[in-house]
């Protein structure tokens, strides 16, 4: 079982078209962003969001492939991947490379935001022409790191819908408060802080407080 992810959301619809917007005059005519599957192995990676959305299943088999995964991440390869995809090797993931050529896609720039326990947030820009430096590559980058923060919590809300009071009690055990703590930081009760544990952890389907502060990490809720 898999917690959804809804690519109806007008929110999240609107950052990424304005993202792509942003990058015309860069080449940019589609943006994908995957997580990793939070009931999955580490490996296992979810398309969270794409633009335009026709491109849905060339982004389905880049996520089903082990191109740019968990193997690839334990290298020392950069943060930041800049590609030709024709030219790569055709190898392995040979499908995605196929359909995004397919769509007249020929460039990509991947850009990693890393994870606890070896996985990561990978945003991917794909362009129709061929780079003639780095240069263009890192224009791309920076506008990933810029526009993450929103892009992150636009995807993170639609995944889960946690209240405020349940993601600040996670957010303090994440920093490693106990329930006592916690409740002396909100304010409130240990019983009531337990309570709001208890919510998230329902609505992330884990058992233990630990696993739930894992998962809202992998989610993007902090």
Known sequence: MTLPVNFDSVGLDAVLADWVCALHDQGVEAVLVLGPDPMGGRDDRQVLAIHPPRLLGAA???ADSRDFGASWRDS???LVAWQDISKSSMDSGSRWRRLWLAHGHQ???RVAFTLPAGRAFECFMFSPKSF???SEAAVLAWSA???WPMLKRSIAEKRVTLSPREQE???LAFEGLTARET???MDCSERTVNYHLSNAMAKLQTDNKLAAVQR???IGVF
Request: aromatic share 8%; net charge neutral; glycine share 0%.
């Open 107 to 109: 460039t990509l720039v």
């Open 76 to 78: 020392d390869a950069p």
């Open 145 to 147: 790191f810029n526009i």
């Open 169 to 171: 009690s996670l957010h």
């Open 183 to 185: 409740a002396q930081r």
């Open 60 to 62: 389905q088999a880049l």
């Open 132 to 134: 003639a430096d780095r």
């Open 216 to 218: 809202a990490c992998w």
